[in-house]
């Protein structure tokens, strides 16, 4: 996974809507970073995002 990430590919990844995805960059609850006309996100993020959303699974087991 490269540094970055486009809204798009976010939007695929988190199975969340593109204004649910601004609404939040807004808000500041998704770090983003824009260069030029186009909007990324951290990739690091998103497996933040992952690794707390496989956390409680392993636990279980």
């Known amino acids: 996974m490269s540094q970055f ?4 590919e976010a939007i695929k990844l988190l ?5 649910t995805i601004s609404r939040r960059i807004k808000t500041g609850e998704i770090p983003a970073t824009k260069i030029g006309t186009r909007v990324l996100i ?10 707390k959303a496989m956390k409680p699974q392993i636990e279980a087991q």
């Open 42 to 51: 951290p990739s690091a993020f998103i497996q933040q995002l992952e690794n």
């Open 5 to 8: 990430i486009t809204i798009d």
């Open 15 to 19: 199975h969340i809507s593109r204004p």
